[in-house]
Nanobody, 119 residues
Framework: QVQLVESGGGLVQPGGSLRLSCAASGSSSSIIAMGWYRQAPGKERELVAT???????NYASSVKGRFTISRDNAKNTAFLQMNSLKPEDTAVYYC?????????????WGQGTQVTVSS
């Protein structure tokens, strides 16, 4: 089993920056990828950014150029640096981890951390 602990959410003014962290604990020796998703009230959960074990990244068009995902493989921790934040970035941000199992792959989710962008 894998547990994901998220931190770094909070209230920030438009144009400000915030850095989210997601630490994975437990049996996670075969991580395929980690990522961040977000969900605003009344809307579907959407992909924000992902990073594979090999370091390949993928971003949603709405955050490309403003957000940067990174990973510390030694600590099984993913980060999301968010710059030039906009009110529309307000959402609950969820950490995601995909791991390779014996006969199948497993997907894990964090509890989510609130990010609010408001003046």
């Amino acid at each position: 089993q894998v547990q994901l602990v998220e931190s770094g959410g909070g209230l920030v003014q438009p144009g400000g920056s915030l850095r989210l962290s997601c630490a994975a604990s437990g049996s996670s020796s075969s991580i395929i990828a980690m990522g961040w998703y977000r969900q605003a009230p009344g809307k579907e959960r959407e992909l924000v950014a992902t990073i594979t074990n090999g370091g390949r990244t993928n971003y949603a068009s709405s955050v490309k150029g403003r957000f940067t995902i990174s990973r510390d493989n030694a600590k099984n921790t993913a980060f999301l640096q968010m710059n030039s934040l906009k009110p529309e970035d307000t959402a609950v941000y969820y950490c995601n981890l995909e791991a390779a199992g014996w006969r199948r792959d497993y997907t894990y989710w964090g509890q989510g951390t609130q990010v609010t962008v408001s003046s």
